[in-house]
């Protein structure tokens, strides 16, 4: 019997006890494709020998000094390095130990920048619904998932939503993607006036929606003009590359393909690949400024910040990346991965959309392609997907809700970089299978 209080008491896991490139091997023998990274985390795969190279050393040489005592040559490191890589105008970074501690931290960083620039009034947050940005408290409240905010509402922050960009459901027929984005933008500017011109802090997105909205990216376009509105308001944007970010969609950073520079990005998952746990933030020079020449101090921290193994393992995660050109293989085989999609799924019944980046994309299902209906929530396709798919040897990520927190459903892909043409036709193999027998049972 188990005693921990896993994710679902219902459930009975398998046990996962080794790694190997993009398979994980359970304790029966079974080998499991692992196409979605774990939640889009293990972007080298498994057991790379330079990765657990660089933290035995690290670990051999120092594990762990308090950040309030010292600072590490690898953090230090792994700082500079991923400042030469930032997008224009960041300077800095702050490291935590995953992605809803990263954006708690921009939380705060955004209100105490304000506090130190004279500007105190500053008080509202604005995010997007659908959008998920973790579930510590403060993560959650900017979430904008219905289903996961609901039994916590009372106890978050309030935070005000506006309308994802999601093309596929909410772009009408008589506007063109640029004009959908000039809505979209026009939205935010409304709300911004709503809360009053100067009360906003910052506005919270992911640059490509990930867990709870699958894969969903940015008309082009739409970025651009929410940039301008934030800087018209001299308010902050947040953007979550948690899950999106670090390589996933073919560049470094997503916003990359959008043309511009947040003032606080947060970044974790593909970071460290799952070797260890670590998120960070990065900031602008004008954020780090307002603390250097205000109170000096960033009124924050936890235990783990800049845990010397993990900066160790995410600096060698990231040198790996670049010697082995594995975004120019996140370009070529997300193209192949969309095409062996479209091929598999293109005119499917029950596959309304086929969208993302890089190795970052999903399908999404729908009861009927003509009108874009949903299943019923009831029948939890996801769930169902996600199990076909481990009988056969496939770990997706599949979720529910992807319409408005309760209707929908998507199944999202996101293998490591190193995954081959091959790979991918078991994938999409494996993949097609499991729709296909959850959806004639569900017929
Ligand atoms: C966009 C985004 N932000 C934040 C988080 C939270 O990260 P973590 O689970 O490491 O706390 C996630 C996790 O899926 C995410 O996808």
Redesign the pocket.
């Known amino acids: 019997m188990s005693r921990i209080l896993h994710r679902d008491t219902r459930m009975s896991l398998p046990q996962a006890v080794g790694g190997e490139g993009i398979h994980v091997l359970d304790s029966t023998g079974k080998r499991y494709i692992d196409a979605s990274g774990g939640?889009?985390v293990s972007c080298l795969g498994h057991g790379h020998p330079d990765v657990t190279r660089a933290m035995k050393a690290q670990m051999e040489q120092l594990a762990y000094a308090h950040t309030s005592f010292f600072t590490t040559a690898v953090a230090e490191e792994l700082a500079a390095t991923l400042i030469t890589d930032a997008p224009k105008g960041i300077s800095h970074v702050y490291f935590v130990s995953?992605?809803?501690?990263?954006?708690e931290a921009a939380l705060k960083m955004a209100r105490q920048y304000f506090v130190e620039k004279g500007e105190p009034q500053r008080r509202h947050f604005i995010a997007r619904r659908q959008s998920?940005?973790?579930?510590?408290l403060g993560?959650l409240a900017v979430g904008g998932n219905q289903w996961r905010r609901r039994q916590f509402a009372p106890l978050l922050i309030d935070v005000a939503h506006v309308s994802p960009c999601y093309e596929y459901r909410d772009r009408r027929q008589d506007e063109t993607a640029e004009q959908y984005g000039e809505r979209l933008a026009q939205e935010l500017e409304a709300k911004i006036r709503e809360l009053g011109s100067d009360s906003v802090m910052a506005f919270v997105a992911?640059t490509v929606g990930?867990?709870t909205s699958g894969a969903i990216t940015p008309v082009a376009g739409y970025f651009r003009k929410v940039r301008e509105v934030c800087d018209r308001y001299g308010v902050l944007l947040i953007l979550?590359e948690?899950?999106?970010g670090m390589g996933r969609t073919g560049t470094l950073h997503a916003c990359e393909q959008e043309g511009i520079a947040p003032d606080l990005m947060?970044i974790?998952?593909g970071l460290g690949g799952g070797y260890q746990p670590i998120?960070a933030v990065l900031l602008q020079q004008k954020v780090y400024d307002a603390f250097a020449k205000g109170s000096g101090f960033f009124q924050h921290g936890h235990t783990y910040l800049g845990h010397a193994v993990a900066c160790a393992a995410s600096l060698e995660v990231q040198r790996v990346i670049k010697r082995d050109n594995l975004l120019d293989n996140v370009k070529r085989q997300g193209a192949n991965l969309t095409a062996k999609l479209q091929e598999r799924f293109g005119n499917h019944h029950h596959i309304g959309d086929i969208r993302g980046r890089g190795l970052f994309q999903a399908i999404e299902l729908v009861r009927d392609r003509t009108n874009k209906s949903p299943f019923d929530p009831a029948l939890r396709l996801h769930a169902r997907i996600k199990r076909e798919g481990m009988n056969r040897g496939l770990m997706v990520y599949p979720m529910g809700g992807t319409i408005d927190g309760q209707r929908g459903d998507h199944v999202l892909l996101a293998p490591p970089f190193i995954v081959t043409d091959a790979d991918l036709d078991a994938i999409v193999e494996r993949l097609g299978a499991a729709v296909d027998a959850v959806l004639k049972e569900a017929a």
Do not use: I, L, R
């Open positions: 939640a889009a995953g992605g809803s501690e990263a954006v998920y940005h973790g579930n510590t993560a992911e990930g867990a979550d948690v899950m999106c947060c974790a998952k998120g």
